[in-house]
């Protein structure tokens, strides 16, 4: 995970070098967007370097159960910054619809725009890889902006290619406006996904119905309820109630427990795993949830 907080953080800072000269020399709005998004994107990886670094902190006295709040808390940051690009890039290119200018050294702008495309899909690829091995939100809300400049980088290529080739004055300031409003679909998808974290909100179905038939596939176990899970940044938390024959002893049933607990945590590599075991046909107070 800190190699690709290490990743971007270098990718960010490289952009940013050659699309300021890039648009010193073309003065393009829609250059101008994605330079801004590279300033945010370095202060975002930054922000995520010290998140991701503080998430994999073991738990500790005051913190039993880790510090992996701290990726979502670094993620809500970032759809901040991310918004708060777009907003700007809005008024710039507003300010451009009304007094239009034709782009210099249109070459130049498309040159920058592919070699940032070529290290931005690089990146991209590798923090899908780490993403896939850790589940870690804060490196797949980079990686969802840094993709989305892949999107933006070929728009700006377009926007040069309409201006200098054919004229179209407006095409710059209008694919500007239409990266911003994509930027902002981009924002707000960090954000729910941040604040879902935060709030403890369930695994998604698919997960929790994996978790389901895994606790039920045991033969000795006949039901089970108050299935509850949650997330916490890198860490995945599962708590269950398994119900199992009454009359069976206490040892055996722990025997189960713990077989069930080890194939939960094949399953999820790293959960916590926290199982109750109670006797079947027995009624107790248990959460009803719609």
Not at 250 to 263: C, G, K, N, P
Request: hydrophobic content about 50%; charged content about 20%.
């Amino acid at each position: 995970m800190r190699a690709a907080t290490y990743a971007s953080v270098a990718v960010a800072a490289t952009l940013i070098a050659v699309k300021i000269v890039a648009w010193v020399v073309t003065d393009s709005v829609s250059l101008l967007s994605t330079l801004i998004d590279s300033l945010l994107d370095l202060a975002a990886s930054l922000v995520n370097l010290l998140a991701v670094r503080h998430a994999l902190t073991p738990p500790d006295r005051e913190h039993r159960f880790g510090h992996g709040k701290a990726e979502p808390l670094a993620a809500l940051g970032q759809s901040t910054f991310i918004a708060g690009s777009a907003i700007f890039l809005v008024i710039e290119a507003i300010h451009r619809l009304y007094n239009p200018r034709l782009l210099e050294h249109g070459n130049v702008g498309i040159g920058v725009m592919i070699f940032a495309i070529v290290i931005t899909f690089a990146l991209t690829r590798f923090q899908a890889h780490v993403v896939r091995k850790t589940g870690s939100l804060a490196i797949k809300a980079d990686s969802m902006h840094y993709f989305s400049d892949l999107l933006v980088n070929a728009a700006v290529i377009i926007a040069f290619i309409l201006v200098t080739e054919f004229g179209w004055l407006h095409a710059d300031p209008l694919i500007g406006l239409a990266i911003a409003a994509y930027i902002l679909r981009c924002a707000w998808t960090i954000a729910k996904g941040a604040y879902d974290m935060l709030m403890d909100r369930e695994l998604p179905d698919a997960e929790r119905a994996r978790i389901e038939e895994i606790v039920l596939g045991h033969p000795d176990v006949v039901a089970l309820h108050d299935l509850r899970t949650r997330a916490s940044g890198p860490l995945t938390f599962i708590q269950v109630h398994l119900e199992m024959d009454g009359d069976m002893s206490l040892y055996r049933a722990h025997v189960i427990s713990d077989s069930v607990e080890a194939q939960l945590r094949e399953a999820f590599p790293g959960a916590e795993v926290i199982i109750h075991q109670d006797p079947h046909g027995i009624e107790e107070n248990r959460a009803s949830f719609a």
